[in-house]
C-alpha cells in the first residue's frame, strides 16, 4: 500500500468520528446560543441536541456508545474538580445534614414510589428500582448551578455537595442490593475486595484532612512545568478512579480523592485553570448522551406514568430533602431551597437502571421509563428551581 493510499485509509478510519464531533459541535452552539438568550442552563441544551441528533431523533449520530464513553470520562473529571474545589473539613464538621439526610431521604423515597406503586400493582422489584433512582440528584446539574450562583463556598453549597457525595457514594450497596433482588449474590472475595477498598479510601481521606499541605517529589521542576502539572493531574484523577473501580467502588468516588490530593498539593496549583476546558467537553458530551437514550415515541406514548414519576421525584426529593435539613438544624428558607437544588434525579441514576435492565430486574418497558423520566427532570430542574425560590421569597424567616 503507498502513501497516497495509506493517508486515504487513516482518513476514511478517522472521518466518522470527526462528523460525529463536527454535527456535535455546531447543534451544541445553536441551541446553546438560544438557552443564553433565555438564561436557561447549557445542561438542558447539550440534553436536547442529544434527542434530536441522536438515533431516536433526526438520526444524524446513530453511534451514541462512543459519546456515551466519552461522555463517561466527564463524570469522573467533574468529581475530580468537586474534590479539587470543596472544603471536606466543612463537610465533616457538618457531617448530620450529608450522612443522616441522605440515607433518610433514600429510605423515604423507597417509600414514596412502594405507595404510588401500590396504586399502580407495580413488582417489588421495580418498586425498589424506581425508588432508588429518584432518589439521587444530579452532580453535574447541581454543582454548575452552585457554582453559576456563587454559593458553593457557602454553608449550603458545602452541605449540597455533602450530600452529593454521600449519594455518590451509596450508589455502591445499592448496585449490590440489585443484584441481591436478580438472585446475582456476590462472593465473599468481592465483598472482602469492596469493604477493603472502603477502608483504604477512608485512611486516605483522613490522612489527607491531617496534613495541610502535600509536596510531591521533584515540586520545584514541577512547580515550573505546566505541561508536567496537567498529566500529572490527569495520573492522579483517572489512577485513583482505576484503584477505586478495581476494588469495586464507583470510579468517580476515586477521581473525587484525587481531586482532594492535587488541591492540597502546591506544585499542582496551575492545574484547576488548565483543565477546566476538559471538564465542559467532556460533561457536555456525556448529557449529550443522556439525549440520545430518550425515545421520543415512547415518551408520547407513555407521557401519563412519565409525568407522574417525574412528578414524583421533585416533590419527594424537594419536600423530604428539606424537612430533613430543617430538622438538622437549618431555616426553613435555606432547607426549601437545598430541596428545590436536589430534586432532579441525577446521573448515576442511569447507572442504576441500566444496570436493573441488563440483569433482568426490569424489563425495556420500565428502563426507558427510567430513562424518560430523569432527562425530564434534568430538563426541567432549572424551571422548578425557579418556581420554587418565588415560592421560598414569599416565606417569613
Excluded at 469522573?76 to 474534590?83: D, K, S
Aim: glycine share 8%.
Amino acid at each position: 500500500m503507498n502513501k497516497l493510499s495509506q493517508s486515504l485509509f487513516l482518513s476514511i478510519q478517522v472521518d466518522p468520528i470527526l462528523s460525529v464531533l463536527v454535527i456535535l459541535s455546531i447543534g451544541i452552539i445553536l441551541i446553546s446560543f438560544i438557552f443564553k438568550l433565555l438564561k436557561q442552563p447549557y445542561i438542558v441544551a447539550y440534553i436536547l441536541v442529544g434527542a434530536l441528533m441522536g438515533p431516536h431523533g433526526l438520526r444524524l449520530i446513530t453511534n451514541e456508545s462512543l459519546i456515551s464513553d466519552i461522555g463517561s470520562f466527564g463524570l469522573v473529571l467533574l468529581l475530580f474538580f468537586i474534590g479539587m474545589e470543596i472544603s471536606l473539613p466543612k463537610i465533616i464538621a457538618n457531617w448530620k445534614i450529608p450522612v443522616l439526610g441522605t440515607l433518610i431521604q433514600v429510605i423515604f423515597s423507597v417509600i414514596a414510589v412502594w405507595i404510588v406503586g401500590y396504586l399502580f400493582q407495580w413488582k417489588f422489584n421495580h418498586i425498589i428500582v424506581l425508588g432508588f433512582v429518584i432518589s439521587l440528584s444530579s452532580s453535574a446539574i447541581v454543582i454548575s448551578y452552585l457554582q453559576d450562583k456563587k454559593v458553593i463556598d457557602s454553608n449550603l453549597g458545602q452541605n449540597i455537595v455533602g450530600i452529593l457525595l454521600v449519594q455518590d457514594i451509596l450508589v455502591v450497596p445499592m448496585l449490590i442490593m440489585l443484584n441481591y433482588l436478580a438472585g446475582e449474590t456476590l462472593s465473599l472475595y468481592e465483598i472482602g475486595k469492596q469493604i477493603f477498598g472502603g477502608l483504604l479510601i477512608l485512611m486516605l481521606t483522613i490522612w489527607v484532612l491531617k496534613k495541610k499541605e502535600i509536596r510531591l517529589p521533584f515540586g520545584g521542576h514541577i512547580r515550573k512545568d505546566h505541561e508536567i502539572q496537567v498529566f500529572i493531574a490527569f495520573a492522579f484523577c483517572f489512577g485513583f478512579s482505576l484503584l477505586t473501580s478495581f476494588f469495586g467502588l464507583s470510579s468517580a468516588l476515586g477521581a473525587f480523592v484525587g481531586g482532594m490530593i492535587v488541591s492540597k498539593a502546591k506544585e499542582t496549583a496551575w492545574v484547576h485553570t488548565s483543565l477546566h476546558a476538559f471538564r465542559i467537553v467532556f460533561v457536555a458530551l456525556f448529557f449529550v448522551s443522556v439525549g440520545m437514550l430518550i425515545d421520543l415515541d415512547f415518551l408520547t406514548e407513555n407521557i401519563k406514568f412519565v409525568s407522574i414519576m417525574v412528578l414524583l421525584a421533585f416533590v419527594t426529593n424537594t419536600f423530604i430533602n428539606a424537612i430533613i435539613v430543617r430538622f438538622l438544624g437549618e431555616n426553613w428558607k435555606d432547607s426549601l431551597y437545598t430541596g428545590a437544588i436536589l430534586a432532579q434525579i441525577g446521573e448515576f441514576s442511569f447507572i442504576l437502571g441500566a444496570t436493573a435492565y441488563f440483569i433482568g430486574l426490569v424489563s425495556e418497558n420500565t428502563y426507558q421509563l427510567i430513562v424518560s423520566t430523569i432527562s425530564v427532570t434534568l430538563i426541567i430542574s432549572p424551571i422548578w428551581i425557579v418556581i420554587m425560590r418565588k415560592i421560598i421569597a414569599t416565606i417569613r424567616q
